[in-house]
């Protein structure tokens, strides 16, 4: 007869309570920021990473002092992991402005006479340039859309797969307000998107003629995607599914989609995403002589200053341009 060992390990530390400020931090977040369902999420994990820091110091987060906050950071900074130096401190300067704001509120409620975090220094973020994929390869997925949208065995989610890539390049939607889109968004003649981006805030993005044409050959398919027997009004998504639990096309299925579509098109499938096409949209768009405002709108950007980041994209290619052909930088190469 075999007998097992129990696995051995550290005793796990028990959760703290959680904490009725934190609660009402978040609550303030959604009631009067109108912050999305993610975003409260991704506060309320650092925050409780924060709380069991500090529950092994003996801590509460309502009473933590500076010196226990630098403590929790400098906790950060000397994580092993394999995750590169700019994610991490992307994540240290994340987690700090959580911990800020919530601090903040617990000052302007009357809850805390001083904010233990306001001495704390951010990391600093180096600049962090999106990836972008050429005009060329954007045909190439888009040619290779258009073949799945041609072949009977595939037709439905060929027509889908197109429709998605040429609205998400014509638009620039995020790719969560791209798979969430009511069936209703669509407006004036399909000429347009009416989009509610973050904190519910609504914009109009026009749509494009390929756009428009590849969303009236997808209506015309889209029933292929609903769940049969059950009323048009419980299936109001414009990119229903028959299997997600939201009854929507999810992103992560979006991106595995656009990542088979990037191998058959013999693009490196680690090159491109939702978001990537994203960036596409804007930089090529900027490339063409847009106005930086109008893209900012489009794009749903609260501050021009995320939507200059594009514009450092177009100095970069410019001085490789300058450099690859101008006839001076040519005769500098020969003579050096």
Same mark, same amino acid.
């Given at each position: 007869?075999?007998?097992? $060992?129990?696995?051995?390990?550290? &005793?796990?530390?028990?959760?703290? !309570? =959680?904490? &009725?400020?934190?609660?009402?931090?978040?609550?303030?977040?959604?009631?009067?920021?109108?912050?999305?369902?993610? $975003?409260?999420?991704?506060?309320? @994990?650092?925050?409780?990473?924060?709380?069991?820091?500090?529950?092994?110091?003996?801590?509460?987060?309502?009473?933590?002092? #500076?010196?226990?906050?630098?403590?929790?950071?400098? +906790?950060? /900074?000397?994580? =092993?992991?394999?995750?590169?130096?700019?994610?991490?401190?992307?994540?240290? !300067? @994340?987690?700090?402005?959580?911990?800020?704001?919530?601090?903040?509120?617990? #000052?302007?409620?009357?809850?805390?006479?001083?904010?233990?975090?306001?001495?704390?220094?951010?990391?600093?973020?180096?600049?962090?340039?999106?990836?972008?994929? $050429?005009?060329?390869?954007?045909?190439?997925?888009?040619?290779?859309? $258009?073949?799945?949208?041609?072949? &009977?065995?595939?037709? &439905?989610?060929?027509?889908?797969?197109?429709?998605?890539?040429?609205?998400?390049?014509?638009?620039? *939607?995020?790719?969560?307000?791209?798979?969430?889109?009511?069936?209703? !968004?669509?407006?004036?003649? +399909?000429?347009?998107?009416?989009?509610?981006?973050?904190?519910?805030?609504?914009?109009?993005?026009?749509?494009?003629? =390929?756009?428009?044409?590849?969303?009236?050959?997808?209506?015309?398919?889209?029933?292929?995607?609903?769940?049969?027997?059950?009323?048009?009004?419980?299936?109001?998504? *414009?990119?229903?599914?028959?299997?997600?639990?939201?009854?929507?096309?999810?992103?992560?299925?979006? /991106?595995?989609?656009?990542?088979?579509?990037?191998?058959? !098109?013999?693009?490196?499938?680690?090159?491109?995403? =939702?978001?990537?096409?994203? +960036?596409?949209?804007?930089?090529?768009? *900027?490339?063409?002589?847009?106005?930086?405002? /109008?893209?900012?709108?489009?794009?749903?950007?609260?501050?021009?200053?995320?939507?200059?980041?594009?514009? +450092?994209?177009?100095?970069?290619?410019?001085?490789?341009?300058?450099?690859?052909?101008?006839?001076? /930088? @040519? @005769?500098?190469?020969?003579?050096?």
């Amino acid at each position: 007869m075999s007998t097992t $060992t129990p696995r051995r390990g550290r &005793p796990r530390k028990p959760k703290p !309570a =959680p904490s &009725p400020q934190v609660e009402a931090f978040l609550d303030m977040l959604t009631a009067e920021r109108a912050a999305a369902a993610n $975003t409260r999420q991704a506060y309320q @994990r650092d925050l409780a990473d924060l709380v069991l820091f500090l529950s092994g110091r003996g801590c509460a987060l309502e009473t933590a002092s #500076t010196d226990d906050l630098r403590g929790y950071f400098d +906790h950060l /900074a000397a994580q =092993p992991g394999a995750r590169a130096a700019s994610t991490a401190v992307r994540t240290v !300067a @994340r987690r700090l402005s959580a911990v800020r704001q919530f601090y903040r509120f617990m #000052t302007s409620e009357g809850l805390r006479a001083d904010d233990p975090s306001s001495t704390i220094d951010s990391p600093k973020l180096g600049r962090s340039l999106p990836k972008i994929l $050429t005009e060329e390869e954007v045909e190439r997925l888009l040619a290779e859309a $258009t073949a799945r949208a041609r072949d &009977p065995d595939r037709a &439905p989610e060929g027509i889908r797969l197109v429709a998605l890539l040429e609205t998400l390049y014509a638009t620039g *939607l995020r790719v969560s307000e791209l798979v969430g889109l009511p069936r209703t !968004a669509i407006v004036h003649d +399909h000429r347009f998107l009416m989009v509610r981006g973050k904190g519910g805030k609504e914009r109009m993005v026009p749509l494009s003629e =390929p756009a428009r044409e590849a969303l009236d050959a997808y209506l015309k398919v889209r029933g292929h995607f609903l769940v049969s027997g059950r009323e048009a009004k419980q299936q109001p998504w *414009l990119f229903p599914s028959r299997i997600a639990r939201n009854g929507y096309l999810t992103r992560q299925r979006f /991106a595995q989609l656009l990542k088979e579509l990037a191998q058959e !098109a013999g693009i490196d499938p680690t090159k491109v995403s =939702p978001h990537v096409l994203r +960036h596409a949209f804007a930089t090529h768009l *900027l490339t063409h002589g847009a106005d930086l405002r /109008a893209v900012q709108k489009m794009l749903g950007h609260a501050d021009i200053a995320t939507t200059q980041i594009y514009t +450092h994209i177009l100095g970069d290619r410019l001085t490789r341009t300058v450099e690859d052909h101008h006839p001076l /930088a @040519r @005769r500098a190469r020969k003579s050096a």
